[in-house]
T-cell receptor, first 116, second 112 residues
Framework: NAGVTQTPKFRVLKTGQSMTLLCAQDMNHEYMYWYRQDPGMGLRLIHYSVGEGTTAKGEVPDGYNVSRLKKQNFLLGLESAAPSQTSVYFC???????????????FGAGSRLTVL | QQPVQSPQAVILREGEDAVINCSSSKALYSVHWYRQKHGEAPVFLMILLKGGEQKGHEKISASFNEKKQQSSLYLTASQLSYSGTYFCGTVHEQNRDDKIIFGKGTRLHILP
């Protein structure tokens, strides 16, 4: 049982390049989240999804797009990478939402992105 | 809005107790606590729902005061394995928008 898998684990980009981070979960979870973690800033919510085909903005959505075409996958895209997007990105999923009582987040191992 | 955690960092000797606080400016439905060890993913500790209940997990427990919109995490007789960064995540009562907003974290270092 893999849980939450993020690919790639590491990536170096040049300013202006595009890329997609993939989050895959095999737990049949409805809710999926993308957070970024920067030193001293904690975990900040970028986008999230409450089910297949849905997405919503978090605290820091600018410069990112997401898609949830399949229930098990949540993609985070950077169309034109900027140095300010250098960060560690964590994907998380849960069976239910925050008001369901089944909202334990399982996090992936993280993806470290450097934009030069 | 991010909840505010205090202290930002704390250093303890093994066996000492620690308290980590989390406060919000908005009414809360629930508070979530996670621990992250260096280079690893955050791991779930506990969820507290509004109602002021206190939960425990071995020597780690937490309380939630919904009137003050505050939660505290208590680590009793700390062990070396407790070292890491602790995050509280909050769910706001009013918005009902399924967001879990985390604080900036509290770094805990346990010395032998």
């Amino acid at each position: 049982n893999a849980g939450v898998t993020q690919t790639p684990k590491f990536r170096v980009l040049k300013t202006g390049q595009s890329m997609t981070l993939l989050c895959a979960q095999d737990m049949n979870h409805e809710y999926m989240y993308w957070y970024r973690q920067d030193p001293g800033m904690g975990l900040r919510l970028i986008h999230y999804s409450v089910g297949e085909g849905t997405t919503a903005k978090g605290e820091v959505p600018d410069g990112y797009n997401v898609s949830r075409l399949k229930k098990q996958n949540f993609l985070l895209g950077l169309e034109s990478a900027a140095p300010s997007q250098t960060s560690v990105y964590f994907c998380a999923s849960s069976y239910g939402g925050p008001f369901s009582g089944a909202n334990v987040l399982t996090f992936g191992a993280g993806s470290r992105l450097t934009v030069l | 809005q991010q909840p505010v955690q205090s202290p930002q960092a704390v250093i303890l000797r093994e066996g000492e107790d620690a308290v980590i606080n989390c406060s919000s400016s908005k009414a809360l439905y629930s508070v979530h606590w996670y621990r992250q060890k260096h280079g690893e993913a955050p791991v779930f500790l506990m969820i507290l729902l509004k109602g002021g209940e206190q939960k425990g997990h071995e020597k780690i427990s937490a309380s939630f005061n919904e009137k003050k919109q505050q939660s505290s995490l208590y680590l009793t007789a700390s062990q070396l394995s407790y070292s890491g960064t602790y995050f509280c995540g909050t769910v706001h009562e009013q918005n009902r928008d399924d967001k879990i907003i985390f604080g900036k974290g509290t770094r805990l270092h346990i010395l032998p």
